[in-house]
């Protein structure tokens, strides 16, 4: 008798297949050649017959050339960091579509000339904070910081708070950071309280800069005392002012939480913040301030190290003119209308209960603040069946349950959710 495992069909048969060939063509030979030889691999171990080695190796095939994956977020925790931070708006994804071939980033369709790249993005930034004697943007808020202290504060000293030197995430760290542009850190104060009077003894002829950083992950409370921008700004030397999360205008909901607009008004030199938290863009180094300041920022050789790619420019200006990003609308999305969405999952599912919780910010942002929220629960195992499914749903376990927190999850993935978890079952 013939043995089974003989008749294999071939890697170059199988990639006849006219689907096997499409499939070459929108994901190219490696990742297709990887599904037919598990699909081989397969048969040959007798999991599958031989006649169906084709079938698997489509169905084995992984639905864009890149690993990364689509996921649905439904942990509640609204700036995600593992997950990407900030989901971009229709607009600003179609945006990165359309910047993605060749694009007038750096070039002037009209005189044909070569023209300042991301002007209307900085145009976008600078019309949404008119105190803003210029807008830069950069890589990220850690880049902007870097860039500050090597122009500001090379070879001379950056005064701030010990209360403010502070710790982002995955071993993350500001003094380090700013240490890394050769400057030096002058701390003032301790890590709960501190005075003008400490800042002003510490001001000199080697001052660089005066920093104030966010404490965005964290709260000090008690027996505690901060200075403000505008305190600061009566010392003479600039006030560079790290606001983190990138609202650009107060936010109700956050009165704790900065903004570029308020922070400039109160006599910051120069503000820094992140593209994608809760501005709910691309990710980004946003600096706002002082024009002569952003201008010997943008000129420092370092500065082309750090420059954004045009994805970023269009996404961020779609964020920025264009209708509320997904952020904007998870923080104001009403409770009730959660709970709505809630109940009509809840009921075409045999396993899961409604559960009031709480969602965060997350992101490194507005610590301490909790916004009501409701989610679909489920038994415990739900949370790794639903991570592994073909659109993954990340939800958070809490006291043995999965909860699915709609908050943070968009009403038109409501359905991708219900078919999710009945694939789970
Ligand atoms: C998040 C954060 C940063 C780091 O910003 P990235 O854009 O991730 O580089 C720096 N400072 C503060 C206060 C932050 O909250």
Known sequence: MTDPRRLVPRTDALLADPRLAAATRALGGALVKQAVVEAQQRARSGQIPPDAVADAAVAGLPVTATSLRAVINATGVVVHTNLGRAPLSEAARAAVIAAAGCTDVEFDLASGQRARRGRATIAA?????????????????????LLCGLVLAAGREIVV?????????????IPELLAASGATLREVGTTNRVHLRDYAEAIGEATGFVLKVHPSNFRVTGFTREVGVAELATLGPPVVVDIGSGLLRPHPLLPDEPDAATTLAQGASLVTASGDKLLGG??????????????????????????????????????VRGPEPPVAAMLTAD???????????????DVAEVHDTVSAIGGGGAPGVELPSVAVSLPSHYAEALRRGTRPVVGRVERGRCLLDLRTVHPDEDEELLNAVLACT
């Open 125 to 145: 930034l600078a019309d949404a904070v008119p105190r803003a004697g210029a807008v830069h943007v950069v890589n990220n808020n850690a880049a902007a910081l």
């Open 161 to 173: 708070s010990r209360g403010e030197l502070v710790e982002i995430g995955d071993g993350f760290r």
């Open 282 to 319: 691309p990710q980004a180094g946003l600096l706002f301030g002082d024009s002569e300041i952003v201008e010997r920022l943008r000129r420092h050789p370092a500065a082309r190290a750090m420059r954004v790619d045009k994805l970023t420019l269009a996404a961020l200006e779609a964020t």
């Open 335 to 349: 409770v009730e209308r959660l709970r709505e969405r809630v109940w009509a999952l809840v009921k075409r599912l």
